[in-house]
């Protein structure tokens, strides 16, 4: 069997690390680009090359690339909900995905791809579809935004002759996640929090993402985005699911839109004196009241894709997060 070649960047992150494992038990050489100010332990545990760099250095992006690479996978995003940090994420997001692309076609890669968001659609649209036009660009929230920008990124690519495929997760659950999605289980189960959100989403689980990547790389179309759904569910019964599975008494009682947004913009306020990120800004209440509900028809039948349970994902969350004695 011929060793196929792939670097990674994002592979210090939570589903990065989903991806090393992946590529690594399937026979792949990785190499994984990482930050010199991230933290290289996880890297460390796992048979891959590890490459310092920055998204923003064209010149360490060429460097950590092997010649002929066959995919370059591209997870690494600033995922920040303050808007303090609106500056430093668009450079990350836009700028840093066009960096990629750019080493990438000087590297002669196979394929580039490209880790976007279902938020690239438009909070408010209900059910998503890859055939729905994007609405991302007059987002809100920065992150979508940015995130929009680093798809027209690829895409100009794809337009002058880069072979990419976009990916599009709807909210990804799974362990080794500290500062996501889990943050919600944690604060169900410490009982932070006097009842749930209002809002609702499509989850999905870490370890099946990560296998659509790989698929999107061996036989994914070019230019094409994917969306990856999984269970659509209201936060109550998220909570509910996590109730079970702890044996928690966690709150159920839904709280009104306004009991997230007021205490949003006083953190907003303390933040902005203090220069300290909020744990709960405007953009991350928009992002948990929005309703969207993703569809994966296209990721199922192309790449195999095969959503899992919110009970399997809430589960695998909590006993990682129990594991490491964050709950």
Known sequence: MVERSALVTGGTGFLGRHLLEQLIARGW???????????????????????????????????ALPAGVDAVF?????TSMWSRHAARQTANNVEGTRNVVAASRAAGAGRLVH?????????????IGEELAQQGGRSRVNYDRSKFQAEEAVRAGVAHGL???????AHILGRYDRHGWARLIVAAHKRWLPGVPPGAGTF???????????????HGRSGENYLLSGADASFVEVFRVINQVSGSRVPLRPLPAWLLRWPARASGALAALTGREP????????????RARVTSRKAEHELGYRPAKLETMVEDSYRWLKGEGLI
């Open 163 to 169: 072979d990419a495929v976009i990916v599009n997760p």
């Open 29 to 63: 050489q990785v190499t994984a680009l990482h930050r010199a100010t991230s933290d290289p332990g996880a890297l460390r545990q796992l048979p891959v090359r590890p490459a310092e760099g920055d998204l923003l250095d064209p010149a360490s992006l060429r460097r």
């Open 279 to 290: 744990d709960i800004t405007p953009q991350g209440v928009a992002m948990v009241l929005a």
């Open 115 to 127: 880790v976007s968001s279902w938020s690239v659609y438009g909070l408010e649209q209900g059910a």
């Open 74 to 78: 591209h997870l690494a995003a600033d």
């Open 204 to 218: 999905c689980h870490a370890p099946a993402v990560a296998q659509a990547l790989i698929a999107a790389a061996e």
